[in-house]
């Protein structure tokens, strides 16, 4: 059974930093692209950054614009496991953040498997 | 980036009602659609991808259609279970965009 484990959130003040780790489990997690959606409170879905299975080309990595340059996804594929590093915390950056599964080894954007999502809340 | 735009919002319907959501893409993604569903303090669930393809252990109940800008999905029998929110979403560029979202609930 596919399962994908958040873990990292919680509150942290504007300007400040904070990682999220996503513990898989269940499939061949070196097989397949991983990314992260985020979901602000009563809002919609929101893709964040996505990373290949084997990310050491260019183009391996990708985030929206609106984290780009404060976030940095990474993968430890020897430890089954997706990361979030959030620099520079905004208030407009708090949402229940999602790991998601690729259905593909390239990000093809097919999120067939979810975690249960992680809060994030960025506040004073 | 491609806007998703799903319309309605939100309906009401009865168990055993055919229900049709609709999204339309703001410029032309081929097949690329994705839906999900999502039932309220839960993650989302991949319904239907590249447009008609069912996931694995998704009911026959569910379907999908459409091409270039507007698709639709169909649920032909309303279940009990599948009151719940519905997302679109196109795979066919960076950055993946979602619908805002329809909420089907109980008439």
């Known amino acids: 059974e596919v399962q994908l484990v958040e873990s990292g959130g919680g509150l942290v003040q504007p300007g400040r930093s904070l990682r999220l780790s996503c513990a898989a489990s269940?499939?061949?997690?070196?097989?397949?692209?991983m990314h992260w959606v985020r979901q602000a409170p009563g809002k919609g879905l929101e893709w964040v950054s996505g990373?290949?299975?084997?990310?050491?080309?260019?183009?391996?990595?990708g985030y929206a614009d609106s984290v780009k340059g404060r976030f940095t996804i990474s993968r430890d594929n020897a430890k089954n496991s997706l990361y979030l590093q959030m620099n520079s915390l905004r208030p407009e950056d708090t949402a229940l953040y999602y790991c998601?599964?690729?259905?593909?080894?390239?990000?093809?954007?097919?999120?067939?498997?979810w975690g249960q999502g992680i809060l994030v809340t960025v506040s004073s | 980036d491609i806007q998703m735009t799903q319309s309605p919002s939100s309906l009401s319907a009865s168990v055993g009602d055919r229900v049709t959501i609709t999204c339309r893409a703001s410029q032309s993604i081929s097949k690329y659609l994705n839906w999900y569903q999502q039932k309220p303090g839960k993650a989302p669930k991949l319904l239907i991808y590249n447009t008609s393809s069912l996931q694995s252990g998704v009911p026959s109940r569910f379907s999908g259609s459409g091409s270039g800008t507007d698709f639709t999905l169909t649920i032909s029998s309303l279940q009990p279970e599948d009151f719940a929110t519905y997302f679109c979403q196109q795979s066919f560029s960076t950055p993946p965009t979602f619908g805002g979202g329809t909420k089907v609930e109980i008439k």
């Open positions: 269940g499939f061949s997690f070196d097989d397949y692209a």
């Open positions: 998601a599964k690729d259905r593909n080894a390239a990000s093809t954007y097919y999120f067939d498997f």
């Open positions: 990373i290949t299975w084997n990310p050491i080309s260019s183009g391996s990595i």
